[in-house]
């Protein structure tokens, strides 16, 4: 079993145990929070969806996350708040998580490769995390997913 495989059973399990749901908004994770979850039997019964707003604009569109957020730029702490509280607020779900960030290779909103947030959203407070990975593109969005989920099973 992966890492990612343990972390997302024992979510959709702790999920189950308390009755809640989950939902997420991912950008640089690309989808793969969703898909790890969604990879466990049962998970339908705790999560309610996620949607993936790589681009800018879809982040305004899909998430409508206002413009003064983007002050800050797309990669940072305030767009992986908005996000996580813009698709809680969706979806009426318990708990959601979102990434933002740069996987690299070059520097974005000049912004190093490997800066990453992730937002989880509970019922009760907000948590958010920053990362400084190192790797290339592909075990960055690994390592954020895997840290994503690794906070909302901290939150549960």
Known sequence: MSSLNKIASDIVRKLK??????????SCTGGLIASSITEIPGASKVFLG????YA???KKRILKIP??????????EEMAEAMARAIKSITVSDYSISTTGNLGPDTMEEKPK??????????????IKELNLTGDRLS???KATE???KLL???L
């Open 67 to 76: 413009d003064e957020v983007f002050h800050y730029g797309v990669i940072s």
């Open 153 to 155: 099973e901290e939150m």
């Open 56 to 58: 800018t604009e879809m």
């Open 140 to 142: 960055n969005k690994i």
């Open 114 to 127: 490997g800066l990453i947030y992730i937002a989880v959203s509970t019922p009760e407070k907000l948590c």
């Open 17 to 26: 145990e308390k009755q809640k749901t989950f939902s997420t908004a991912e």
């Open 147 to 149: 840290e994503a989920l």
């Open 50 to 53: 996620g949607v993936v707003v």
